[in-house]
C-alpha cells in the first residue's frame, strides 16, 4: 500500500499522531487517523483556547476526563476531540470515548484513548 501523501504535506510523524498547529487559523491540532483501511484527516482543538469556561457551580474535578483509576488525565486543562462518532463521556472506559482524540499527563501523551 502506498504512502498517504498528506503525510507529508502535513510533516506527519505517521498515521494516529497528532501535531499541533499554530499557524492554522482556527483549529490548533490535526491527526491523520486511520482505522482499517479508512484514513481521514482530522483537525481538532480551538486556537488560543486553554480549555472551557466552568458551569454555574462546576468544580475542576466535576469536569475532569478520568482514566481507568478514576484520577483526572491532566492537572492543568483538557483538550479532546469527540471522534468520528461525536460522542464523548468523562470516563475514558466508556465505548463511546474510545474514538476520542486526547491530551494527557499534561501534555505527555496526545493520541487516541483506545491507544491510552
Known sequence: ????????????????????????????HVVLAK????????RFG??????SPARKGESKADK????????????????YSKGADGK??????AKISQDDIIRANNGGYVGLVSNY
Open 88 to 93: 464523548s463521556t468523562a470516563p475514558l472506559t
Open 35 to 42: 482505522s482499517g483501511d479508512e484514513v481521514k484527516l482530522i
Open 1 to 28: 500500500m502506498a504512502k498517504d501523501p498528506r503525510l507529508e504535506r502535513y510533516n506527519l510523524a505517521g498515521y494516529n499522531k497528532p501535531k499541533r498547529t499554530p499557524k492554522h487559523p482556527e483549529k490548533s
Open 64 to 79: 475532569a476526563r478520568i482514566d481507568h483509576q478514576l484520577h483526572p488525565i491532566n492537572c492543568d486543562y483538557d483538550l
Open 46 to 51: 480551538q486556537q488560543g483556547v486553554s480549555g
